[in-house]
């Protein structure tokens, strides 16, 4: 039955102006997903008016493409400069640059590559087979299980923290601190906001990422080579050693289980509307490095961890349509671009899309398979040109980032006072670099702050300040479960 | 001595002399006969996705047939539209800063926040269609229409209900202190997060901006916040024939004050053509299922201050 109509809708995605648009979409998205701070967000709400007099089936399979392609181009900026725009390819960084340090930029992209596509076509296959009791599975997630999966990703701090765990726990706390400016979001009262209507949202994750987690390193890089006096004339990597860079199959595919898991944590968290692709990637970092026999090698550039975070990363994208499918509501942002374009192309998204409009959804399902085989060939052949980056000095790589990340910042919500609060974060970044606090518990602080009070407080709201409902719900009480274990491991490794 | 006190205050003549000088060198004069004679932005003060910056994005695409310049979107999120909304309010008054929002962005945050906008530092040009706001709930519900409501949340004290705004949790609220109904609150970040809640069980009723019209049978409306009864739900009342009050539902675009008159009228024409195109009118009565009439100045302007009027009534009763 499926079948019957996933043919069908390959019939009609293989049209050969669908497979351009595919292509030319992916394209689009890689290098969009490479500059700092723009993502798929910006890609898709940039495009969106573009795909006005396309078919609708090309529309969507276009912008597809480009959601594919930018939720992957940001490793290649986090491996090669370990400056990485978006929080979700913070992780990638952690092992990606030490790789591409070591002299293997290419193997460090490739590994990052084609993890992005693994996770990415399981994700697909499962939107394809399971979008309908997918969507009823995820209607029983409320707030209090929420909180438990929130209060769960918390433990990644112990494994993100670096050499210190306080030092890792005070960065996170700041980070949690710092989430907390805005409205209140039970009693919309203003939160240390100074009465600046700037910060009545709080403050932009996006100039918090891109100043703490590429900007502070790219000025890190430059007090580097001012004081080594050498890094004016040559290139990042002078070394360059073809063998060294091939990825063979076996040693890819012999990490099968840490791509599996990642890419159905990262299909999960896409299936639940609010979670997002950053704490997907950082929970498939975490539970590699948990699972690991060797935990100690991640964060020295073992691929292992370049995997476990794209291919979690990656397969949010086709699992963030399930709700939109199922449902018609969005999984994330750039599912809510896609709606919209749902819209502007006459198909109401909701829980008729597949009964009215089947032919066109399968369409798009057989458009996601086939763009996936576009990002592996493109992305491929991409890796190729950044490898000449490697090449350039960096005294005019670096400037250039650093253009690259104001306008990145400046560009999505077209806000000078966002380019301010980026610059301030590089400056705490460069600080923290500089004193062993961590950046990516910041981050994770920043994130997981406000998800974990909204949830909480909507808990307690709903269940009249029942602390038990965090026991008597089995999904949260899973996840409560997980916790302890994982505090309980912790400690016991010591 | 004397050169010494009287320099600073020649700086600061000289400078507004510079200034004065400047300005008219540079700024472009408002004249009605050339204009638009350059892009003209549209500023959505929401997040790119939504049903603002859809209707937005295609709006954009009729105007510019009838203005001949093109016409720019530009989002500018934050605060529930006061961001968007400030940036406005201190743009030049030439007509080419257009804002398109709820009235609700522009009338509530001034009310109860602190922002450095009010009502009149807009001048309103146009309404082109409303949104449908209702308190929706699912068809599982021992209760049918409002007055089940009602009479099963006084016998069921502590019902939940998912609101989305401080604006729909007041009146919300109103409604349970008019009842004498004891209910509780859960805030959610709009309406991608109000349907799990609703579908999934975890509230009892909610408010809703209009995306319930996408659910069919799935949902239904107990009762319209807007003024009059929503065209695809004419059995469930009004608030406004129950209790008197309506929740503004005008979705406007607005210019800043001082934006002279002949360019105003060019705007307002233009946006009154523009909502007669087709692909306009297809995403609006079609797939929002919002109704497309276009409201002009005049009355629009008396509508502001009824809802002005509407909204203190709602604070003063909620209050505390």
Known sequence: MIIDQLLAGFAGALAPLNLVFMAIGVALGIVVGILPGLGSVTALSILIPITFYMDPLVAIAFLVGVNKGGTSGGAVPAILLNAPGTPEAAATALDGHPMAKKGKPVKAMKTALYSSVFGDTISDILLILLAAPFAAFALRFGPAEFTAIVLFSFTLIAGLSGHSLIKGIIAAFFGLFLSTIGLDPVDSSSRMTFDIVELYDGISLNALAIGVLALSSVIQQIFVMRRDGNGAQAGTWQNFDREANKLKPAEFWSRWPTLVRSAFIGSGVGMLPGLGVSLAAFLGYGSAKRASKTPEKFGTGHGEGIMATEAANSAVVGANLVPTIALGIPGNIAAALIIGAFMIHGVVPGPFMIEQHGELIYGIFASMLICNAFHLLIGRVGINIWGYITRVPKTIVLPVVIVLCIVGVYVPTQSLFDVGLMLAFAGLGFVMRNTGFSIVCFVIGFLLGPMFETSLRQTMLMYKSDFTILLSSPIALIFVLLTIFSLWRFARRG | ?320
């Open chain 2, 1 to 320: 001595m004397n050169v010494k006190v009287r320099s600073p205050r020649f700086g600061i003549a000289g400078l507004a002399a510079f200034a004065v000088a400047a300005t008219v060198a540079l700024g472009t004069p408002a004249y009605a006969d050339n204009y638009p004679s350059k892009p003209v932005t549209l500023v959505v003060p929401y997040k790119a996705g939504g049903s603002t910056e859809t209707m937005a994005r295609v709006y954009a695409k009729a105007l510019e047939k009838e203005l001949g310049q093109p016409v720019i979107v530009k989002t500018r999120p934050g605060g529930g539209g006061a961001v968007g909304a400030t940036v406005v309010a201190k743009s030049a008054p030439d007509g080419y800063t257009l804002l398109f929002a709820a009235a609700t962005a522009l009338l509530w945050p001034p009310l109860t926040l602190n922002v450095e906008y009010t009502p009149d530092s807009f001048r309103w040009v146009g309404s082109i269609t409303e949104y449908q706001q209702a308190l929706i709930s699912t068809p599982d519900k021992p209760y049918k229409t409002f007055d089940q409501l009602i009479a099963h949340a006084k016998k069921n004290p502590g019902m939940n209900f998912a609101d989305q705004s401080a604006l729909s949790r007041a009146f919300i609220n109103y409604i349970g202190k008019k009842e004498g109904i004891k209910w509780t609150a859960i805030p959610t970040k709009g309406g991608g997060e109000m349907v799990p809640f609703l579908l999934g069980g975890k509230v009892d009723v909610a408010w809703s901006g209009g995306v319930h019209q996408k659910f069919g049978d799935k949902m239904h409306v107990l009762a319209s916040f807007n003024a009059t009864r929503l065209a695809q739900s004419p059995d469930a009342p009004s608030l406004k024939e129950i209790y008197g009050i309506s929740m503004p539902s005008y979705a406007v675009i607005v210019v800043p004050k001082g934006t002279p008159d002949d360019i105003a009228g060019k705007i307002e024409a233009a946006l009154q053509r523009a909502g007669k195109d087709k692909a306009f009118d297809d995403i609006v009565s079609n797939k929002l299922k919002f109704p497309n009439q276009f409201i002009g100045s005049e009355k629009l302007n008396q509508l502001v201050k009824e809802m002005i009027e509407g909204l203190n009534t709602v604070i003063a009763a909620t209050k505390g």
